[in-house]
């Protein structure tokens, strides 16, 4: 008999946005592992079946990528075995003449989970990590790289990193020094702790790279009892930043664009 296979979500809880007068009223947030692409998919399949070569994987997944994008362009639907693909077009139009207002309109893509991968998901066993987030409106905004100006999560080694947000001025509970900042490898979980901020501000953090930390896929976590100039928390806050950080060159997508960005956490996304 077939072993039924089980997966876990480890999620938290924080405030709801959607009903900020209730305060009793969370929403979950999964906590993800890592962000994986096609070479992780590509060597996890070599390992499983060994008869596959990794550069051929590599190559024809590509390939399937580059012409889903452009049958989508072309105004078609596409399904695949884990999502539809189909055009779009957001916005308002004013009367019966069809302008197209850039202002206004934008193109986009719909992509909704197919039911193959909906049924995956129900193999999800989801279980609380006994973590609350009352974050209280404090959010990492922005990570800027100031050796390189850039702002796609990706780091140089030995730099000096920008952060900017609300409510991010990392203390200790007794309102002294530095809370706790550090990066947490997103495929080991191991962290490596920021001993010293040039800027803790707020709205500001300002800090080194270690330049011995190894190359990879990183967190960033802020812990404080930070919440106004006059005021403490009882209990630490935990700040993730959602966007991915890379220790080196950022990975890239088949078409040269940086990976990174936001998760999203609803069924169907709309990119534009």
Request: glycine fraction near 10%; proline fraction near 4%.
């Amino acid at each position: 008999m077939a072993e039924t296979k089980e997966y876990v979500w480890m999620f938290d809880l924080q405030d709801n946005p959607m009903t900020k007068d209730v305060k009793e009223d969370r929403v979950a947030k999964v906590r993800t592992l890592r962000s994986v692409n096609i070479e992780d998919i590509a060597r996890d399949i070599v390992r499983e079946r060994t008869e596959y070569r990794l550069d051929t994987i590599i190559g024809i997944a590509n390939l399937i990528d580059e012409k889903i994008r452009q049958f989508v362009c072309q105004g078609n639907t596409v399904v695949t075995g884990s999502a539809q693909y189909s055009p779009s077009i957001t916005g308002v139009f004013t009367g019966d003449t069809g302008t197209f207002d850039a202002a206004v309109n934008a193109l986009g893509v719909n992509i909704v989970p197919s039911k193959a991968l909906r049924d995956e998901v129900q193999k999800v066993r989801p279980e609380f990590t006994g973590r609350v987030k009352d974050l209280g409106g404090a959010r990492i905004g922005l990570v800027k790289d100031t050796v390189t100006g850039r702002t796609d999560g990706s780091l140089s080694p030995g730099g000096i990193v920008e952060v900017t947000g609300n409510k991010i001025r990392s203390i200790n509970a007794d309102g002294t020094a530095m809370g706790k900042v550090v990066l947490v490898n997103t495929e080991t979980q191991a962290e490596t702790d920021i001993t010293s901020l040039a800027i803790n501000d707020p709205s500001r953090l300002m800090f080194a790279i270690p330049a011995s930390l190894p190359q990879g896929t990183y967190r960033l976590r802020v812990e404080t009892y930070f919440s106004n100039a006059s005021t403490r928390l009882k209990s630490s806050r935990v700040i993730d930043y959602e966007q991915d950080l890379y220790v080196g060159q950022a990975p890239t997508t088949p078409s040269g664009e940086q990976t990174g960005g936001d998760d999203d956490d609803s069924g169907q996304g709309t990119f534009g």
